[in-house]
């Protein structure tokens, strides 16, 4: 059974920081394309960041360019998404994905919310 675990949201403050983890189980990991999602309230969901198997970032969002980075832990199964630099439209329900490249959609995490107080 696929788990993908996001954890590591919460309120902040704008200019604050956050870090997100995503534990991943029952795949193989090191196989799959990694990704960070996010859907703003009212808003489709939009593709903040892909990660390929050794770990480089794509990133697919011009808005947080250079505030977050995207990378994984092959050998502990995890992905990160650290998020500097905090704006009140950051907020979102951020998500963990996992599949084939180009776009890994295939397995979802529940989603984590990430509010950010002007």
């Known amino acids: 059974q696929v788990q993908l675990v996001e954890s590591g949201g919460g309120l902040v403050q704008a200019g604050g920081s956050l870090r997100l983890s995503c534990a991943v189980s029952?795949?193989?990991?090191?196989?799959?394309?990694m990704g960070w999602f996010r859907q703003r309230p009212g808003k489709e969901r939009e593709s903040i960041a892909r990660?390929?198997?050794?770990?480089?970032?794509?990133f697919d969002l011009d808005s947080v360019k250079g505030r977050f980075t995207a990378s994984r832990d092959n050998a502990k199964k995890m992905v990160y998404l650290q998020m500097n630099g905090l704006k009140p439209e950051d907020t979102a329900i951020y998500y963990c994905?996992?599949?084939?490249?180009?776009?890994?959609?295939?397995?979802w995490g529940q989603g984590t919310q990430v509010t950010v107080s002007s």
């Open positions: 994905a996992a599949g084939p490249r180009p776009v890994p959609n295939k397995y």
């Open positions: 029952g795949l193989a990991f090191h196989a799959y394309y």
């Open positions: 990660i390929t198997w050794s770990g480089d970032a794509i």
